[in-house]
């Protein structure tokens, strides 16, 4: 079984100003993340994402992560946010699941932070 | 072409009438997906579809009905809906195991007067 917890629900943060939203996740298997961002009323889309290899991970926009496999994390910073920045931000896990005689990889989200960029 | 497209965006429909949502793509994706997702939550898984082939059903009520015409097309047929099923609807397509992510279409906002 796979989960993920976002431990902020909403993070307010001013103008170039660097932030970190946390992301803890628990699976049983070989594990790969993703952050996900959502803007009003879009769909997602993926900022970033580990699947092996170096623990930085960079994305667009800016963001960056850092797999811990020590501590079961996987936070994203980016060290000067903007106006633009303001949206919500989904982590998610990937495992391989048992389907209809196959398998596939089910993504499994965080409950999503808002971050929100002051002037 | 690296995009998931949902038609239509927006859409109101009675608790009477007979619609279809559609999503298309065309990165030779053989895994699609369809997604609820209601204001302030994450999405919610509803179907997947392997090679064309229904894989998953979440126990979606059947008053929802997909389809998957080819491996580039993904419908989503609605008939007889309740007010409770206004949300956004998002399709998205990966490579055939999904383990390397998923992508996403702008998504179809539905709403059931």
């Known amino acids: 079984a796979q989960s993920v917890t976002q431990l902020d629900s909403q993070v307010p943060v001013f103008e170039e100003a660097p932030v970190e939203l946390r992301c803890n996740y628990s699976s049983s298997v070989s594990v790969y993340l993703f952050w996900y961002v959502q803007y009003p009323n879009q769909g997602l889309q993926l900022l970033l994402k580990y699947l092996s290899g170096s623990t930085l991970v960079k994305g667009i926009n800016g963001f960056e992560a850092e797999f811990n496999k020590s501590q079961t994390s996987f936070h994203l910073r980016k060290p000067s946010v903007h106006i633009s920045d303001t949206a919500e931000y989904f982590c998610a896990v990937s495992g391989v699941v048992p389907a209809g005689g196959t398998s596939y990889g089910k993504l499994t989200f965080g409950q999503g932070t808002i971050l929100t960029v002051h002037p | 072409d690296t995009e998931v497209t949902q038609t239509p965006k927006h859409l109101v429909m009675g608790m009477t009438n007979k619609k279809s949502l559609k999503c298309e793509q065309h990165?030779?994706?053989?895994?699609m997906y369809w997604y609820k997702q209601k204001a302030k939550k994450p999405p919610e898984l509803m179907f997947v579809?392997?090679?064309?082939?229904?894989?998953i059903n979440e126990s979606v009520p059947s008053r929802f009905s997909p389809e998957c015409p080819n491996s580039s097309l993904l419908n989503l047929h609605l008939h007889a809906l309740q007010p409770e099923d206004s949300a956004l609807y998002l399709c998205?397509?990966?490579?055939?195991?999904?383990?390397?992510?998923?992508?996403f279409g702008s998504g179809t906002r539905l709403t059931v007067v």
């Open positions: 998205a397509s990966s490579q055939a195991r999904g383990l390397g992510g998923y992508t």
């Open positions: 579809y392997s090679y064309e082939k229904l894989s």
């Open positions: 990165m030779g994706h053989r895994a």
